[in-house]
Nanobody, 118 residues
């Protein structure tokens, strides 16, 4: 595996929830990981980060209190999750995961498409 594989996207009504999953090529708990959101016509933006061992988190103000990032080691795979609640139409777009630090990032995956209808 040379790039992340994201899954769990879909179509949801405003106020609904989705859980995204990511399998990243790095080793579990090796470095901090992040989720990124790219709205249609916009640049990719970092929205959530989890520390190396999973104790510390950071959220963009637009998702704080509604989204939760977690990570796990599943059969030796570096897994990162994003629980998204109270989704808003502006949450529409493609969600990607990758290392938080730019120099550690792999090539970007295809991402998970999320569409929030109003």
């Amino acid at each position: 595996q040379t790039h992340p594989v994201e899954s769990g996207g879909g179509l949801v009504q405003a106020g609904g929830s989705l859980r995204l999953s990511c399998t990243h090529p790095g080793r579990p708990f090796e470095y901090a990981m992040s989720w990124f959101h790219q709205a249609p016509g916009e640049e990719r933006e970092e929205i959530a980060t989890i520390g190396q061992v999973g104790r510390s988190t950071w959220y963009h103000g637009s998702v704080k209190g509604r989204f939760a990032i977690t990570r796990d080691n599943v059969d030796g795979k570096n897994m990162v999750y994003l629980e998204m609640n109270s989704l808003k139409p502006e949450g529409t777009g493609v969600y990607y995961c990758n290392a938080e630090q730019q120099f550690r990032r792999t090539a970007w995956g295809q991402g998970a498409q999320v569409t929030v209808s109003s």
